[in-house]
């Protein structure tokens, strides 16, 4: 698991430094790998969940395991993988089309798809409060 407060410290490091840099290379962060960093360090995880980043310079792609510790799942685990969208090599070809083509309609499906609603025929439940 991740060290929280080793994160704050490497980025005061940077910005001491002079820079937003990340990674063994040097190479200068993105707008997404600074916005990840920044809620990664406010964090506030319940015992029961992880997060795993198999390559510690590569805040984008990461696992969450939930532990459960009550209820019917309890004693489960569920690991769930994250992976920063990649329209060359999609799981999803129609969306990585429009991710390519049309990035602000293709924000809109995902607003859409998550408050609840159709993206083209495919109907999707609500999963935002």
């Given amino acids: 698991m991740i060290k929280l407060f080793s994160l704050k410290q490497q980025k005061k490091d940077e910005e001491s430094a002079g820079g937003n840099r990340t ?8 707008a997404a790998q600074l916005r ?4 990664i360090n406010e964090l506030n995880l319940p015992k029961t969940c992880e997060i795993v980043f198999p390559d510690q310079d590569d805040l984008l792609n990461f696992k969450l395991i939930i532990s ?5 799942y309890k004693g489960g685990k569920f690991v769930f993988s994250f992976k920063e969208p990649n329209p060359e090599d999609p799981l999803n070809k129609e969306a990585a089309d429009v991710l390519q ?3 602000r309609l293709f924000e809109q499906n995902v607003q ?3 408050r609840g609603g159709y993206v083209g025929a495919t109907y999707f439940e609500r999963c935002l409060k």
């Fill in 112 to 114: 859409r798809s998550l």
């Fill in 68 to 72: 459960p510790d009550e209820g019917f």
């Fill in 101 to 103: 083509t049309n990035r």
């Fill in 23 to 30: 990674g063994a290379g040097g190479k200068k962060a993105s």
């Fill in 36 to 39: 990840i960093q920044k809620d």
